[in-house]
T-cell receptor, first 115, second 113 residues
């Protein structure tokens, strides 16, 4: 099992550019989560999907952020246009079921820097 | 509203010494509590969890945690720290159903040889 795979590991972009972060969850996991980690705000849940359907996007900071899950093995988080305050580490995580007995498996994250 | 407080931002211990990382939570009902560890450049890994029952729970890597309802605490302990335990540790509480975890700010652990 390769675990949750995120790409790229690092992304540096200029303000105003579009950024796309990618995630491949563990095969067979029905739930996928996007988290953002910053020094100021810690770890925040942005959005999560169940069986490819977005369930709760209340953590998405603003309309510049969008997430999709076109199939069970792929998800994207897009920021358009990007701003310096979006600089953070973005984590994708997946779990088998929607209960706490099913642990979250995190990817290694994408470190985004917007200049 | 649910919240998690980790009072110690940074802790340094000597290798072989005992460790206790503090976590206090605010939650109206019986909480679901977790400890995660994050090594540099890595995602978070679950150390242990508490749902109900025995208030002392054992986890991986020799860690344990004790749930104390009267103190709203879920402190993480290890009797003898190894250099490889240097990492950041996050306490979390389950909120709003099964799929929302609220994380504390984290405690960064440094281990001196």
């Amino acid at each position: 099992d390769a675990g949750v795979i995120q790409s790229p590991r690092h992304e540096v972009t200029e303000m105003g550019q579009e950024v796309t972060l990618r995630c491949k969850p563990i095969s067979g996991h029905d739930y996928l989560f996007w988290y953002r980690q910053t020094m100021m705000r810690g770890l925040e849940l942005l959005i999560y999907f169940n069986n490819n359907v977005p369930i709760d996007d209340s953590g998405m900071p603003e309309d510049r952020f969008s997430a999709k899950m076109p199939n069970a093995s792929f998800s994207t988080l897009k920021i358009q246009p990007s701003e310096p305050r979006d600089s953070a580490v973005y984590f994708c995580a997946s779990r088998v079921k929607g209960d706490y007995n099913s642990p979250l498996h995190f990817g290694n994250g994408t470190r985004l820097t917007v200049t | 509203a649910q919240s998690v407080t980790q009072p110690d931002i940074h802790i340094t211990v000597s290798e072989g010494a005992s460790l206790e990382l503090r976590c206090n939570y605010s939650y109206g009902a019986t909480p679901y509590l977790f400890w995660y560890v994050q090594s540099p450049g890595q995602g978070l890994q679950l150390l242990l969890k508490y749902f109900s029952g025995d208030t002392l729970v054992q986890g991986i890597k020799g860690f344990e945690a004790e749930f104390k309802r009267s103190q709203s605490s879920f402190n993480l302990r290890k009797p003898s720290v190894h250099w490889s335990d240097a990492a950041e540790y996050f306490c979390a509480v389950g909120s709003g159903g099964y799929n929302k975890l609220i994380f504390g700010a984290g405690t960064r652990l440094a281990v001196h040889p």
